[in-house]
C-alpha cells in the first residue's frame, strides 16, 4: 500500500507503509497530518490511521515506546536493586554468621580458661604434700594459650615459688609483666614487688610505684596497704601520712593482716592519728585473727600483752567488745 502526505502546501508521494511510519517516528509529519491512499480521495490523518488500520508506528519501525522504554529501564532497575540487596542480605548474613561463629568461640575459650584455672586453683588449695603442681602447670600452659592473662599470672606465681617448675624469677617477672598488662592487678603488684625487691629485673624504684599504683587503682588490698605505708614512712614517695592511713585503713577494713597491725602501731603510738590504745587493742587482736605472725605464737603474746599493760580492765573490755563486733568489708574490686 503507497501513502500521499501534505507538507508544505503540497502533496508528497507516494510513500510504503514502513517510510510513513518512519517519518512519524522521526518527527517529519506529526499525528495530525493529513495523508491518504494511493488511489483514495479522502484525508485522514496520521492519529486516527494510527488507531485504526496502521500497526503501531514504533513497533513497526522495529522500537520500544518510551513509556514501555521507561517500564523496562525501571523493570531492569528493579531487578538490578533486588539482585543488589539479595547480594548485601547474603553478605550481611555471611558476616553475621562470621560475628557470631567467633563470639561462639570465644564464649567456649572463655568457658574452657574458666575450667582449666578452676581446677588448677582446686590443686593449689589441696592438703600440703597432695598437690599434683605439675599438672597445675600444665592446666594454666594450656590456659596462658588461649590468651587468659589471669593464667600467665599465676604461672608467673609457679615459677617464682618453683611449684611445678624450677624457680626462676626472671621468668617469674616476664609472666608478671604480660599479665600486669593485661590489666590483672595481681600480677601488677607482684611485678611492683619484683622492682622494688630486683627479684627477675633490674631493681627500679620508678616502675615499683607505677606497678603498685596501677594495683592500687584497682582496689586490691595488699597494693592499698604497702602504698599506704610508703606514703606514712616517707619512703621512694614524699611523706603524707593522711593518705598514708587513709590506704592503710582500707585494706584493714578488708581483712589483711599486716594493715590490720599497722594500723594498731599507728593507733598506739599516734602516727598520723590521735593516740587510742583501746583502738590498738581492737586492731591487734583482729591483726591476729586475720593471721597475722600465723607462725610465731611469741610475738602474737608479746603483741596484745604489751597493749594490755598500757590499759584498765574497763578499756580492755572494749577492746575485745569492738574486735569481736567487726567484720570485714567486701572488697570492691
Not at 567456649?108 to 590443686?123: F, P, Q, R, Y
Not at 592500687?216 to 592511713?245: D, S
Request: hydrophobic share 40%; glycine share 8%.
Amino acid at each position: 500500500m503507497k501513502w500521499f502526505y501534505w507538507n508544505d502546501d503540497r502533496e508528497v508521494g507516494p510513500i510504503t507503509d514502513r517510510a510513513l511510519q518512519e517519518l512519524g517516528t522521526a518527527g517529519v509529519i506529526s499525528s495530525d497530518t493529513p495523508i491518504r491512499q494511493e488511489n483514495a480521495e479522502e484525508w485522514t490523518n496520521l492519529a486516527l490511521l494510527s488507531a485504526t488500520t496502521l500497526p503501531s508506528r514504533h513497533q513497526a519501525a522495529g522500537m520500544v515506546s518510551e513509556t514501555e522504554t521507561i517500564s523496562l529501564l525501571h523493570k531492569d532497575g528493579r531487578k538490578a536493586t533486588a539482585a543488589w540487596i539479595i547480594g548485601g542480605s547474603v553478605a550481611i548474613l555471611l558476616a553475621i554468621a562470621v560475628i557470631m561463629g567467633l563470639v561462639i568461640k570465644g564464649r567456649n575459650d572463655k568457658t574452657m580458661v574458666s575450667g582449666l584455672i578452676k581446677e588448677a586453683d582446686h590443686i593449689a588449695i589441696q592438703t600440703e604434700g597432695e598437690q599434683d603442681w605439675e599438672r597445675m602447670v600444665s592446666l594454666l600452659r594450656k590456659a596462658v594459650e588461649k590468651g587468659s592473662h589471669e593464667a600467665e599470672y599465676k604461672l608467673g606465681a609457679c615459677y617464682f615459688y618453683g611449684r611445678g617448675v624450677p624457680k626462676d624469677a626472671r621468668e617469674a617477672a616476664r609472666l608478671y609483666g604480660r599479665a600486669a598488662k593485661g590489666g590483672v592487678a595481681e600480677a601488677q603488684y607482684n611485678l611492683s614487688v619484683c622492682y622494688g625487691r630486683g627479684e627477675g629485673v633490674e631493681r627500679n624504684d620508678e616502675e615499683m610505684l607505677k606497678w603498685l599504683k596501677l594495683a592500687e587503682q584497682q582496689k586490691l588490698p595488699i597494693a592499698q596497704y604497702f602504698l599506704g605505708n610508703l606514703n606514712l614512712h616517707g619512703e621512694a614517695v614524699p611523706q603524707n601520712k593522711q593518705r598514708g592511713i587513709e590506704l592503710i585503713s582500707a585494706a584493714a577494713l578488708q581483712g589483711v593482716a599486716t594493715a590490720q597491725y599497722e594500723l594498731s602501731v599507728c593507733h598506739e603510738f599516734g602516727t598520723g592519728l590521735t593516740r587510742d590504745v583501746v583502738q590498738a587493742y581492737k586492731w591487734a587482736i583482729i591483726s591476729i585473727r586475720s593471721g597475722y605472725a600465723r607462725e610465731d605464737e611469741a610475738l602474737r603474746a608479746e603483741v596484745v600483752e604489751k597493749l594490755r599493760s598500757q590499759m584498765t580492765t574497763a578499756q580492755i573490755s572494749e577492746g575485745e567488745r569492738l574486735a569481736n563486733e567487726w567484720k570485714p568489708e567486701a572488697s570492691p574490686k
